[in-house]
């Protein structure tokens, strides 16, 4: 082999065809789905390029070195990071250009490519390969084209290109342009004429695109969706990006559905430093089932205003009652019957913060199983201050002021005020706080109580509450590992005195459903409007079994409250608990395995001898994309016992099987359910997946999802992703590498 001596010319070679692989990339996936690359080899600038010298090496060399060389039989010519291998090439000195033929290679920052000839002016980046084939290194993506001209070092123009992530000399799937023309300095490509083809088969088509050849965000069409419902048939919709700017865009949805007409969508996105939020509309201009225009809008908002002081919002409103339930899969749909409309000032300090809020619901009624409209807050206003560690006291006092309507009940004014105060003492193994809480509400109100004149009312109450535990710790083992194990008892004593509050309104209270959080609840209810009277102790343990690395392997709890007197305040004719103790509230949960863990849930009701409340849950998931879980739920307080199995499991090479049933066992019917199976290629993933969702009280909806995804390309059809992560605990998606089972291509 002879070594030339080493030159020192111009800029790198082949720096725009790098760029072939983003230029076959769909708007869609640059718009909607961009990904982030791996890292590449950094690329020397451009000065160190310039001043890099040429290494020239081949068995035979000749010519003048000072103008024109001819190397032959294993060509090889680097420069700052670039390599090409030929059979035969010549370098002109004076132009600086390279000519190669014969097996060309070239490799540049772990990309390679192949071609018969290449021409090159390496100072101006112009020349062309013929022939050339392609590997990307970044997402291991490759190519062939008739023939690449290259302008300059920043644009290049690409004849019958292809481009695809699958192996092989014959993908499964490929992109294919007629011309396409690449330009890194814009960061911008245009096609003509790009084909999507999977196995041989055109799928989508289009005469004429444009394209960023970053991560940068591009206008243009996406990937359409298609699916089918029960109540509207099969529904296509064709998306169109707008990039406005790089803080904000919209994207607008044609969406035809086959039984009610067409449906517009339109979903704006926005971002700064100080502002940020989204906005969602609907509207399906005469809906043919349904004989009507009807609608459908959400809108977020948050919003700096100055040091401290914000503002947000949350508005949602939709034309008719049936609307969630017949358009459940749908941009805004969800099975949300109460509309939330929030619009909130706040403002924060040190040791205070404040809140202005108005709220309200737009009730979409169910005709069987109706709902009661909350209270609207016109306006609302909170005021919280708080310190810690005043010469060992905690203080903090919470005040609101709101006003409340409705358009059928008792409408008035409530303003309450709770100052508390705390002197922790914790040390290690034990803690003691005792705290004292005083609450003051008053009512003012539109019109009187019945069987009163009255329409002021006032009460105060104070609150005495004791809170204490120890901590025990030993040494053991469990499952045959060393764990440590904690004994955790704990007491929390509360002494409320009695106020009769029958004749006070009602807003915006409702009993708190037992739970270990509540039995440490100074307050039986939730909301301002009724204070419990109380004279009790709760009386609780956990244990817990920590490894050495911290991890919680197993954790018992036990807990229950007794009463010392009778219960006297009530919520509603039939409210009210007199029994000496609240049920018993036991639970467990634990990681038996690395591939099995479980939960239980208790509420043991003594004098009934019986389960009030329980769920039982376990999770199998022994390796990547496996996994069962298997849960029963009972609640008798709202008549439910369901069991819920839900699983993602492998049931043949490459195909994995996904499902989830969620069955009454009272009603003896399924009431929600999902079915289907992932097809997972080298390069691509097919998805089909039916579901039904509950939408009402005696109303469901089925829907039929169906999905290609082109890895690293796009993703064609309706995504069911989002109701594949919500109805599997510990679904995983077949395509990402963390989920790819050991042995599996």
Known sequence: MTRFPAFSNSPSLLRIVTAVAAACALPSTAAAQAAAPAPVPARPTAEAEREAPVSIEARRISGDPNRLITVEDEVEINRAGTRVEASRATYDVVEDQVHATGGIRMQRFGDRYTGDELKLRIDAGQGYVTKPTYRLERNNAQGRADRIDFES???????????????????????????????????VGTATKTVVFFKGVPILATPAMSFPLSEARKSGVLPPSFGTTNKGGVEIGIPYYFNLAPNYDLTLTPNLIARRGLQLGAHGRYLSERFAGETRIEFLPNDSLYDKSRYAVTSTHNQALAPGLGMSWNLSDASDDDYTSDFPRTQTAAAHRLLARDLVFHYGAPYWNAALRMSNYKVLQDPVAPITRPYDRL?????????????????????????????????????????????????????????LSYDFTRYALDSSVPGTSNTDFSRSLP???????????????????????????????????????????????????????????????????????????????????????GIERVRLAIGQRF??????????????????????????????????????????????????????????????????????????????????????????????????????????????????????ADCWVFRMVAQRIPTGAQRATSAFFFQLELNGLTRLGSNPLEALRNSIPGYQMVNQPQSRIPGQP
């Open 153 to 187: 070092e920043e644009r290049a123009i690409v004849t019958d290109g292809v481009y695809s992530t699958c192996e092989g000399p014959d993908p499964d799937w490929y992109l294919k342009s007629d011309w396409l023309r690449l330009d890194t300095g814009t960061d």
């Open 563 to 680: 009463y010392f007197a009778k219960q006297r305040v009530k919520l509603g004719p039939t409210a009210g608990e007199n029994e000496s103790r609240s049920d018993l509230l036991l639970s467990a949960s634990g990681r038996m395995t690395d591939a099995l863990s479980g939960d239980a849930n208790m509420q043991y009701s003594r004098n009934l001898r019986t389960l009030n409340r329980a769920s039982f849950g376990v999770r199998w998931q022994p390796a990547p994309l496996k996994v069962l879980n298997l849960q029963y739920r009972r609640d008798l307080f709202n008549n439910l016992k369901q069991v819920d199995v839900s699983s993602q499991w492998p049931i043949a090479r490459r195909w994995y099987g996904v499902g989830r049933v969620n069955y009454s066992l009272q009603d003896k019917k399924v009431v929600e359910g999902l079915a289907g199976f992932e097809y997972q």
């Open 463 to 549: 609150t005495l509450s004791v809170d204490s535990g120890l901590v025990f710790e030993r040494d053991t083992s469990l499952f045959g590992r060393a764990v440590t194990q904690t004994l955790e008892p704990r007491l929390f004593y509360v002494r409320t005195p009695y106020r009769d509050q029958t004749l006070l309104p009602n807003f915006d209270t409702a009993p708190a459903d037992l739970s270990f959080a509540q039995l440490f609840s100074e307050n039986r209810f939730i909301g301002q409007d009724r204070i419990s009277d109380a004279n009790q102790l709760t009386a609780a343990a956990v244990s817990r079994f920590i490894e050495p690395t």
């Open 379 to 435: 306006p609302q206003l909170t005021f919280r201050s708080g310190r810690e560690d005043v010469a060992g006291f905690d203080w903090s006092v919470d005040a609101e002021l709101a006003r409340f309507w409705h358009p059928d009940l008792t409408r008035g004014t409530r303003f309450a005020v709770k100052p508390r105060i705390s002197y922790p003492i914790i040390r290690p193994g034990y803690f003691i706080t005792p705290r």
